[in-house]
């Protein structure tokens, strides 16, 4: 199921969740929503930096969910849908194909009954109309009915 609300994303709450956004291969989460979560998930950031420096391209397609047993950050998933960033991002075609494999990758891994919060996937600085992103993540949602997704809106 996907619903929207207004609102912070990063107010939102729960048990089994998990904070998601877009994200490059190249380990920069420099600007937009993806320095927001830099600043709020510093330990996040750190292992998805160590993954891109291991992995880079090989990650493009991924989703992963991430959750520190050691930490009290929540779970943060990533959705790989672009090799680089800025003017060097991926055409809004590719962006696309990898945000179908990124969440079907990501859905194969969350806990059953996940409630994934997130902006609204690709539209920042991906430039990727919302509305396209939307279509493919209602269509990779149809396998876990038990997900609920919410698109934070300011």
């Avoid at 969910?65 to 050691?70: L, N, P, S």
């Avoid at 409630?115 to 109309?129: D, E, H, R, T, W």
Wanted: glycine fraction near 6%; proline fraction near 5%; charged fraction near 25%.
């Amino acid at each position: 199921m996907l619903t929207y609300k207004r609102g912070d994303l990063f107010s939102a709450s729960g048990t089994n969740i998990v904070f998601v956004h877009a994200c490059n291969c190249k380990g920069s989460w420099g600007a937009g929503i993806a320095l927001q979560f830099k600043q709020r998930f510093p330990l996040a950031y750190k292992d998805y930096q160590q993954l891109c420096h291991k992995h880079d391209s090989r990650l493009l397609g991924m989703g992963v969910y991430h959750k520190r047993v050691d930490s009290s950050e929540p779970p943060v998933g990533y959705l790989f849908t672009s090799l680089n960033y800025g003017k060097a991002k991926d055409s809004k075609d590719k962006i696309l194909k990898n945000t179908k494999r990124s969440i079907a990758c990501l859905l194969s891994v969350l806990p059953e009954k996940t409630q994934v919060y997130s902006p609204k996937i690709n539209a920042g600085l991906f430039a990727v109309p919302w509305e396209e992103t939307e279509k493919v993540i209602l269509e990779c949602l149809k396998v876990r009915p038990d997900v609920t997704w919410t698109v934070y809106e300011l």
